[in-house]
């Protein structure tokens, strides 16, 4: 199995489970290892009480392309510790996309960084996550 296959059936098993994912609107555009690509588009359901899109799903769109980035070796990883700043406002109607990818990779423990920009290239966040390798595997292999 190439480290694309590899990836790809890894994130398959993790997007059927991925209820909540699903459930804000994500979708998953792109998968290999040590990176992946998420988007959303945003809806009115998505803004705050500022009108603009909520910074919790920002950071759980660039969470996400994370969490199947550092997944995409087969070995469970969870987070260990993630930071978010934001540079713009998502707005209803933009489709923001996360670009995840390894920084470093040292025995169980990861660096990731995402970049969430919108439809025209802007930046609207760049997030860093610390992933963890733990017991088990996505699919049996």
């Known amino acids: 199995m190439t480290p694309k296959q590899r990836a790809e059936r890894s ?10 994912s699903q459930w804000a609107g994500f979708s998953l555009d792109e998968v ?15 803004a705050n009480g500022h009108g603009i899109c909520h910074g919790g799903v920002t950071f759980m769109l660039a969470d ?11 070995q469970a990883t969870v987070a260990q510790h993630n930071s978010i700043t934001f540079v713009a406002p998502g707005r209803v109607g933009d489709t923001l996309t ?5 920084v470093s990779l040292t025995g169980r423990s990861g660096i990731y960084d995402v ?4 439809q ?11 992933s963890r390798a733990i017991r088990g595997q996505l699919f049996e292999e």
């Open 120 to 130: 025209d290239g802007a930046v609207i966040a760049e997030f860093r996550g610390n």
């Open 11 to 20: 994130a398959a098993a993790m997007w059927a489970e991925d209820h909540a």
């Open 115 to 118: 970049t969430v920009t919108n």
């Open 98 to 102: 996360a670009r995840a990818r390894e």
């Open 64 to 74: 996400t392309a994370f969490a199947f980035a550092c997944n995409s070796r087969n």
């Open 32 to 46: 290999d290892e040590g990176v992946a690509t998420l988007s959303l588009k945003v809806e009115k359901h998505h």
